[in-house]
T-cell receptor, first 117, second 114 residues
Framework: KAGVTQTPRYLIKTRGQQVTLSCSPI?????VSWYQQTPGQGLQFLFE???????NKGNFPGRFSGRQFSNSRSEMNVSTLELGDSALYLC????????????????FGAGSRLTVL | QKEVEQNSGPLSVPEGAIASLNCTYS??????FFWYRQYSGKSPELIMF????GDKEDGRFTAQLNKASQYVSLLIRDSQPSDSATYLC??????????????FGKGTHLIIQP
């Protein structure tokens, strides 16, 4: 069973540019979440999508946006890049369950490492 | 502001000993608690989750939850050098099917000394 696939794995951009990252969840997983990981702040929640709808959003500026397609694949976009956006962007998918039996466990992809110069 | 606190370490433990990792959280409404392991340069992988007070065991790993004290811990028995990694504690407000994102601690760097 294929895991969570993120592309591209590495990319370098300059300030002011925009970037789009892609995530393909595990087959059958309909929930996709995005996280930003930096050495200083650790892992921070960006947003979560389920059935093409954003259900929750973390405390990030509007430059960070995302969407989910009907096949559950998701993209996130960062516009007007800043140096501080350099980070590892992690996508995670989960099989949303009712009740506590599954506790909505996240499986992470390998990440997209963004460097902003 | 939900916060999850972990000692950053490094925590150095001799091979074969018990490694004890601790985590406290600020949101009393938290319902689900997770421990992830992250090797350098890799993405986090789930070790186990817990949502009821008490202990939950899975092989060499035991998670302990005390909601009254807002405290979660992870014990690793018979520590192996391959356990050397950063351990991330994560908390969610919902019990399972909710949309809440996970709030992560910054992780404890564990070193198992051969």
């Amino acid at each position: 069973k294929a895991g969570v696939t993120q592309t591209p794995r590495y990319l370098i951009k300059t300030r002011g540019q925009q970037v789009t990252l892609s995530c393909s969840p595990i087959s059958g997983h309909r929930s996709v979440s995005w996280y930003q990981q930096t050495p200083g702040q650790g892992l921070q929640f960006l947003f979560e999508y389920f059935s093409e709808t954003q259900r929750n959003k973390g405390n990030f500026p509007g430059r960070f946006s995302g969407r989910q397609f009907s096949n559950s694949r998701s993209e996130m976009n960062v516009s007007t890049l800043e140096l501080g956006d350099s980070a590892l962007y992690l996508c995670a998918s989960s099989l949303v369950r009712r009740g506590r039996s599954g506790a909505n466990v996240l499986t992470f992809g390998a990440g997209s490492r963004l460097t902003v110069l | 502001q939900k916060e999850v606190e972990q000692n950053s370490g490094p925590l150095s433990v001799p091979e074969g000993a018990i490694a004890s990792l601790n985590c406290t959280y600020s949101d009393r409404g938290s319902q689900s608690f997770f421990w992830y392991r992250q090797y350098s340069g890799k993405s986090p992988e789930l070790i186990m989750f817990i949502y009821s007070n008490g202990d939950k065991e899975d092989g060499r790993f035991t998670a302990q939850l005390n909601k009254a004290s807002q405290y979660v811990s992870l014990l690793i028995r018979d520590s192996q050098p391959s356990d050397s990694a950063t351990y991330l504690c994560a908390v969610r407000e919902g019990s399972g099917g909710g949309a809440d994102g996970l709030t992560f601690g910054k992780g404890t760097h564990l070193i198992i000394q051969p």
